[in-house]
């Protein structure tokens, strides 16, 4: 089975700390994903990576980055997290572009105070 | 805690009943489509998939019709169990684009 690790479950951090949210997918996966989930909005993209050290932006960047230093992992950083970012967020994988399934991770729930 | 779900169309049926979600698709571009699942404080879990040149494709319980002329998808769930209660929602890929298109969800509720 595809496995999509995000390390930390639950957090909680302070307005103006820098975050980082860390995923481990071990399918040999090219493409990574980093999702932010609302009430209400949806799945929304912040952004992607290709393959290692390739990053795209998403649907909604502003306020986060990314790094992307070996194929299995994909790191979501908030450089000075605001409480507008409490969200949950997904880690996502899957091979290649196109016609193939996306395989998310269990989720980081984030609560910025 | 519950992030999905606030706002969602909600199908309750009775355990043991036939469930059908359904999803209209935008763009008449998109080549393949993905059920997921999403449980409470959970990551969407894949369900089922199926591309442009099908109608139908069945998995174990699961259905996935697509009718490509109404831009419309849907996800059937036979012999409904208490652990289907989930949000359901469908997504799109288009042409060879890397990103997937989201739907909002349906909330299913199965009556004991």
């Known amino acids: 089975d595809v496995k999509v690790t995000q390390s930390s479950r639950y957090l909680v951090k302070r307005t103006g700390e820098k975050v980082f949210l860390e995923c481990v997918q071990d399918?040999?996966?090219?493409?990574m994903f980093w999702y932010r989930q609302d009430p209400g909005l949806g799945l929304r993209l912040i952004y992607f990576?290709?393959?290692?050290?390739?990053?795209e932006k998403g649907d909604i960047p502003e306020g986060y980055s990314v790094s992307r230093e070996k194929k299995e992992r994909f790191s979501l950083i908030l450089e000075s997290a605001s409480t507008n970012q409490t969200s949950m967020y997904l880690c996502?994988?899957?091979?290649?572009?196109?016609?193939?399934?996306?395989?998310f991770g269990e989720g980081s729930w984030l609560t910025v105070v | 805690g519950e992030s999905v779900g606030l706002h969602l169309p909600t199908l309750s049926v009775q355990e043991g009943d036939n469930s059908i979600i359904n999803c209209a698709y935008s763009?008449?571009?998109?080549?393949?489509f993905i059920w997921y699942k999403q449980e409470s404080g959970k990551g969407p879990q894949f369900i089922i998939d199926?591309?442009?040149?099908?109608d139908k494709r069945q998995g174990q319980r699961v259905t996935v019709l697509l009718n490509k002329t109404v831009k419309h998808l849907s996800l059937q769930i036979a012999a409904t169990q208490p652990g289907d209660s989930a949000v359901y929602f469908c997504?799109?890929?288009?042409?060879?684009?890397?990103?997937?298109?989201f739907g909002s969800g349906t909330r299913l509720l199965v009556r004991p």
């Open positions: 399918m040999d996966h090219e493409n």
């Open positions: 763009n008449s571009a998109s080549d393949y």
């Open positions: 997504a799109e890929n288009v042409g060879s684009s890397y990103k997937l298109i």
């Open positions: 990576s290709y393959d290692v050290k390739m990053k």
């Open positions: 199926i591309r442009s040149n099908m």
């Open positions: 996502a994988s899957n091979y290649d572009r196109g016609l193939n399934t996306i395989y």
